[in-house]
């Protein structure tokens, strides 16, 4: 389990975290919703340990993140797993050597044993058939697919994911997103989605936390996001007008 | 009076920028190396840096030095006017021109533009595409692997130098013989005048304080740049400004220290 208690970043005087407490379960998909600029970024960026907090506590299955050694963090990184919004492949890579990163980098394993690591993950994404191929040859979906198996070839124990969904188009997207929970529910890892995607919120969110303005308004499951009273998710999810008939017809057939 | 303190502020927080600026480049030189990467990946970056900024810069450096020492040679013999002076002065002028400066740190201030706009774009668009967020999340030392191998890549640049100052003499024979304005035996014997031995010592030494501030320099600002690509673009501009002016103080001083 992921824990966060009272999270708290500030850049100068503007205080973008206030104080966000909540936590992510094992074999769930966790979604971090919000508006541009609500502080979804810079929460990930704390969880990573990209971004150092002001305050507060990002405890890792018993692990503070704040107190772990350079050495200890390093491994509890090679624990993490991230998919980057823009993909963030290496340009001067394959597919193949872009996926097999991270194993030549951390392990010992023999040239073979990597590559059938690597054949293995890119089976899973579907993508053995491009793994000759750079970055700028594959279209974005495919692209994405890539960053997911490179971070899935060290399996690692917890999941992120900046808005995986974003330039894709809705077809893609719902593959995106079946593909990264299969994918939690198979390894039992805990996965956190940043996101901006409703199709995602619905289909996916196991659980979901809700940011307005450096806090946390919300939080729940994808069923529960159709019950709330919470006028600030409701203008956030239901803002356009299909999901508002959405969930009118999700009450009136709970009715 | 107010315009007078408005400039004195912010002449000061002028001062502190380079101050600061100057701080966060030694702390990124200290973790360049800082945990290290795997040495076989190392080997090949390595490898594929020497390719890049030193085998792919000889081409411009031998065209330069050719044409450099030639110009050397004929604007020595053209302020020759006094026919007291001996022919052999061209050899010796243009000898001793290549060998102390326009080798060492005119060709340097020339691949400060181009090997340095190279490194600050690749590491700034690594920077912009989240390439060097991806490898800080994996637990790899960025700054050790983008930089590292940069650095040693440079430590072969003194062999481009030795070709550059080879070249330049070379250039400055073609261009005297062609002109006639001495004779080939003359221009030699001027080559071999009052040679000492360390001046080329001197250049070599001058060439690796070059080769390291060519490699950090744009790094640097390619490393800690923000904004997206048209800022890119700005840091590779303003890099080669600083690694310029970094190298022409670098050369005052250690000329100083080891000719003055």
Known sequence: MIEVNNLHKSFGETHV???????????????????????????????????????????????????????????????????????????????????????????????SEMEDRVNEVLMRVNLEEAKDKFPSEISGGMQKRVAIARAIVMKPKYLFCDEPNSGLDPKTAILIDNLIQELTQENDIITVINSHDMNSVMEIGEKIVFLKNGLKEWEGTNKEIFKTDNKAVTDFVYSSELFKKVRQMYIEERN | MLILLFLRLESQNVFMGYLASIGNYSIMVKEVFKKPTKWSIMKNLILKEIDELIYGSLGIIIFISIFIGGVVAIQTALNMTNPLIPKNLIGFATRQSVILEFAPTFTSIIMAGKVGSYITSSIGTMRVTEQIDALEVMGVNSLNYLIFPKIIAMLFYPF???????????????????????????????????????????????????????????????????????????????????????????NFVLTQLLLG
Not at chain 2, 199 to 207: A, D, M, P, Q, R
């Open chain 1, 17 to 111: 975290l206030k104080g966000i407490t909540t936590s992510f379960e094992k074999g769930k998909t966790n979604l971090i919703i919000g508006q541009s600029g609500s502080g979804k970024t810079v929460f990930l960026k704390c969880l990573l340990g990209l971004l150092i907090p002001d305050e507060g506590e990002i405890i890792y299955d018993g692990r503070f993140l704040s107190k772990l050694s350079i050495t200890d963090k390093r491994d509890l990184r090679q624990e993490i797993g991230m998919v980057f919004q823009g993909s963030a492949l290496f340009d001067s890579m394959t597919v193949e050597e872009n996926v097999m990163f991270p194993l030549d980098m951390f392990t010992k394993q023999a040239k």
């Open chain 2, 160 to 250: 481009a130098i030795a070709i550059a100052m080879y070249l330049g003499v070379l250039g400055g024979l073609i261009a005297n013989v062609m002109g006639e304005h001495s004779t080939t035996a003359e221009f030699i014997e001027g080559i071999q005048i009052d040679f000492i031995p360390f001046h080329v010592t001197y250049s070599f030494i001058k060439t690796l304080v070059f080769a390291f501030l060519i490699a950090t320099i744009p790094s640097f600002h390619g490393y800690y740049m923000k904004g997206g690509a048209l800022d890119v673009g700005k840091a590779s501009t303003t890099s080669f400004v600083w690694t310029s002016v970094a190298i022409i103080i670098a």
